[in-house]
């Protein structure tokens, strides 16, 4: 099979479009013919590599991915061949004490695909048959692959860990990031206000057409936490959605007394000063996860294929300009999610 991999950390030039062996489904899992991957940050990180992270080379980039059921491995009941699927990327191995409750985003040996394993910049995959779900007939095999990893991840943090409730407001501190944009719909869908940060009048105007109450243009405004004062009568934000991390300074100014900053990633830096005066003196919860749980991503995802939630396509490129499509990723260009056309 034809696919995007790398044999050590760099930029865009390590990634190289290569002929590999057709990976075989194991006992449980299901081997996917994949139609389309879609981007994601974390894609660039791990091609970069950061201390710790180890791979085993070569190694495929890609979370999320879509496309047809091409052979079941050992034990597999409940799926045919040629069925339409897209894949939950959070890995977990089903039997510890974390996954038998229900919370398998903290499993013992927990995994994300493109991560941990090798990805989705491929024309196969093989996956545990538990991570699959079925893509309604009427339902773009594009829309479901690019709102997987995004989906899960803001649900998770929205409505689990951080417990959303309908009439609270919601600041959401960037307008571009899939995570924000599926944030801004969810805490839509749950009855929020929602306040959007962020710069440029286009990401501006798509996060308004997605529903947000008011933008903030982060350009024009020095302290945005006081614009979030005065729009919501010195009461503050009940929830801020802040995966920049280093703007954490002024999402604890913009957050109400009790509130909780909710927090998936750190596209600024992962090292951030706080300033614990306002932890204390306002009541505030910083709440982090990572992914979401099975019953996460069949709730979303119902969600997405009912057109409720919608995922919002940016450009797609052929897999093997996956060097290009990472690059317009990189210096920020899209608006909405980047996909690769496999077959
Ligand atoms: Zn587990």
């Known amino acids: 099979m034809n696919a995007i991999l790398f044999h050590q950390h760099g930029n865009i030039e390590v990634l190289e479009y290569r002929d590999f062996p057709t990976p075989q489904a194991g006992p449980g899992q299901v081997l996917v013919r994949l139609q389309v991957a879609a981007l994601n940050h974390l894609d660039i990180w791990v091609r970069k590599g950061w201390p710790g992270l180890k791979l085993e080379y070569p190694h495929f980039p890609g979370a999320d991915g879509a496309g047809e059921i091409a052979a079941l491995g050992e034990g597999v009941t409940n799926w045919s061949i040629g069925e339409r699927v897209v894949i939950n990327p959070n890995l977990s191995c089903g039997t510890c004490e974390y996954c038998l409750a229900g919370m398998d985003n903290r499993c013992n040996d927990w995994g994300l695909l493109g991560e941990t394993t090798r990805g989705t910049y491929a024309e196969f995959i093989a996956v545990s048959a538990r991570n699959l779900l079925r893509i309604p007939r009427d339902f773009g095999v594009h829309e479901a692959a690019t709102a997987a990893l ?59 057409s997605l529903g947000a109450d008011h933008l903030i243009d982060r350009g024009q405004e020095s302290s945005w936490s006081e614009v979030v004062f005065d729009i919501t009568h010195k009461h503050g934000a009940d929830i801020v959605v802040d995966n920049v991390g280093t703007t954490f300074p002024e999402s604890f100014r913009a957050a109400a007394r009790g509130g909780r900053i909710l927090t998936v990633g750190n596209t600024g830096h992962p090292r951030v000063e706080i300033d614990n005066r306002y932890v204390f003196a306002k009541h505030l ?59």
Do not use: C, Y
């Not at 995922?311 to 797609?316: K, M």
């Open 150 to 208: 995004v989906f899960l991840t803001a649900w998770h943090s929205l409505i689990k860990r951080g417990q959303l409730k309908a009439g609270e407001t919601v600041l959401i501190v960037g307008a571009s990031g899939g995570v924000n944009l599926a944030s801004l719909q969810i805490a839509k869908l749950g009855g929020a206000r929602v306040i959007v940060v962020g710069s440029g009048p286009e990401k501006l105007a798509l996060a308004e």
């Open 285 to 343: 919860s910083l709440i982090g996860s990572t992914m979401g749980t099975h019953n996460d991503f069949r709730s979303v995802m119902d969600l997405v294929f009912k057109g409720r939630l919608k995922s919002i396509l940016d450009q797609t490129f052929p897999l093997r300009d996956a060097g290009a499509a990472q690059s317009r990723l990189e210096r920020g260009e899209q608006i909405g999610k980047i996909t690769l056309e496999i077959s």
